[in-house]
T-cell receptor, first 114, second 111 residues
């Protein structure tokens, strides 16, 4: 299995620009998560999908952030417009639905907004 | 509101000695706890877990202890090796596969 695949690995963009991060979960996994890693908050859960449906988006910081999962093999996290404080590493993870399961993470996208 | 807390941002241990990483949680509904390890430029990888019906789980050099009354868990690594140098994240869930993570502890194992 290829694992969770994220693209791009690095993204540098100017403030005000739209940024789209992409994720392909592990085949057969029903749950997908987007996390953001910062020094202050560690791994912060942004949004959680189950069977392609957003279940919990309470961690999405602002309306500038949106996420979609059009099918079981693809998800996007979009920031529009981007701001310097959005600079962080964004991780996508997937898991099998159920209790007592672990999530598998992608390698992350390092976003820098200048 | 940080439901999972790792109060030590860093820890330095000599090779061969024991490393003890600590984690506290506030939500009494959490019933499953995990530790993840993260190397630079990589995603976190699962290390070990424990269910709330247990107080200890061991896997080789790694042991996780759970104290439900204190809402505290710890990860013991014995003996510590230089390859264990990484950031360790504690995570918890309550009846679902949604994981809440702590802020992480950077472990450095020196020769």
């Amino acid at each position: 299995d290829a694992g969770v695949i994220q693209s791009p690995r690095h993204e540098v963009t100017e403030m005000g620009q739209e940024v789209t991060l992409r994720c392909k979960p592990i085949s057969g996994h029903n749950s997908l998560f987007w996390y953001r890693q910062t020094m202050m908050r560690g791994l912060e859960l942004l949004i959680y999908f189950n069977n392609n449906v957003p279940i919990d988006d309470s961690g999405m910081p602002e309306d500038r952030f949106s996420a979609k999962m059009p099918n079981a093999s693809f998800s996007t996290l979009k920031i529009q417009p981007s701001e310097p404080r959005d600079s962080a590493v964004y991780f996508c993870a997937s898991s099998r639905t159920g209790q007592n399961t672990e999530a598998f993470f992608g390698q992350g996208t390092r976003l820098t907004v200048v | 509101d940080q439901q999972v807390k790792q109060n030590s941002p860093s820890l330095s241990v000599q090779e061969g000695r024991i490393s003890i990483l600590n984690c506290d949680y506030t939500n009494s509904m959490f019933d499953y706890f995990l530790w993840y390890k993260k190397y630079p430029a990589e995603g976190p990888t699962f290390l070990i877990s424990i269910s709330s019906i247990k107080d200890k789980n061991e896997d080789g050099r790694f042991t996780v202890f759970l104290n439900k009354s204190a809402k505290h868990l710890s990860l013991h690594i014995v003996p510590s090796q230089p390859g264990d140098s990484a950031v360790y994240f504690c995570a918890a869930s309550s009846g679902t596969d949604k994981l809440i993570f702590g802020t992480g502890t950077r472990l450095q194992v020196f020769p």
